[in-house]
T-cell receptor, first 112, second 108 residues
Framework: KAGVTQTPRYLIKTRGQQVTLSCSPI?????VSWYQQTPGQGLQFLFE???????NKGNFPGRFSGRQFSNSRSEMNVSTLELGDSALYLC???????????FGQGTRLTVV | GIQVEQSPPDLILQEGANSTLRCNFS?????LQWFHQNPWGQLINLFY???GTKQNGRLSATTVATERYSLLYISSSQTTDSGVYFC??????????FGKGTKLSVKP
């Protein structure tokens, strides 16, 4: 059974640009969550989607947004990139609330 | 919000040694998971263990939910066990809250 797939794996962007990251969950999983990992702040929750609805959101500015499609695939978008957005972005999928979460390989974003 | 504290922050072992990693959390939780982050950044699931004890090969974990802690045991450590181990808890909101991790280095 295929795991969680994130694309692209690596990305380099310039300050002020925007970026879209993609996450395909495990088949049958309806919940997708996004996390940002930086050396200074560790792993922080961005948002969670379930059946195309955002159910929960972390403490990030409005430049960070996401969506989920009817096939449960999810995208997150970061507009007006800042140097501090350089991070590893991880996506997790699960069957639903309070069930085991499985992570993708991540997208490493570098903003220059 | 809930606090998750992992100890020790760093651990250096000789190959073959045993170790215990600890995770304390400040409030009741619905879910607790242990992960190993590989050198490429992916979080590898080790245990889904809201309560009780589980074993998987040389690894085992115990969560005592009433006392708000979990322990990860690694026996006969190998160099491939090196990396960062994370504990993460989930409450009703549905998102995982991570500790800062324990960085394990196993020397040959």
């Amino acid at each position: 059974k295929a795991g969680v797939t994130q694309t692209p794996r690596y990305l380099i962007k310039t300050r002020g640009q925007q970026v879209t990251l993609s996450c395909s969950p495990i088949s049958g999983h309806r919940s997708v969550s996004w996390y940002q990992q930086t050396p200074g702040q560790g792993l922080q929750f961005l948002f969670e989607y379930f059946s195309e609805t955002q159910r929960n959101k972390g403490n990030f500015p409005g430049r960070f947004s996401g969506r989920q499609f009817s096939n449960s695939r999810s995208e997150m978008n970061v507009s007006t990139l800042e140097l501090g957005d350089s991070a590893l972005y991880l996506c997790a999928s699960s069957k639903g609330t309070n069930t085991e979460a499985f992570f993708g390989q991540g997208t490493r974003l570098t903003v220059v | 919000g809930i606090q998750v504290e992992q100890s020790p922050p760093d651990l250096i072992l000789q190959e073959g040694a045993n170790s215990t990693l600890r995770c304390n959390f400040s409030d009741s939780v619905n879910n607790l998971q242990w992960f190993h982050q590989n050198p490429w950044g992916q979080l590898i699931n080790l245990f889904y263990i809201p309560s009780g004890t589980k074993q998987n090969g040389r690894l085992s974990a115990t969560t005592v939910a009433t006392e708000r802690y979990s322990l990860l045991y690694i026996s006969s450590s190998q160099t491939t066990d090196s990396g960062v181990y994370f504990c993460a808890v989930m409450r009703s909101q549905g998102n995982l809250i991570f500790g800062k991790g324990t960085k394990l280095s196993v020397k040959p």
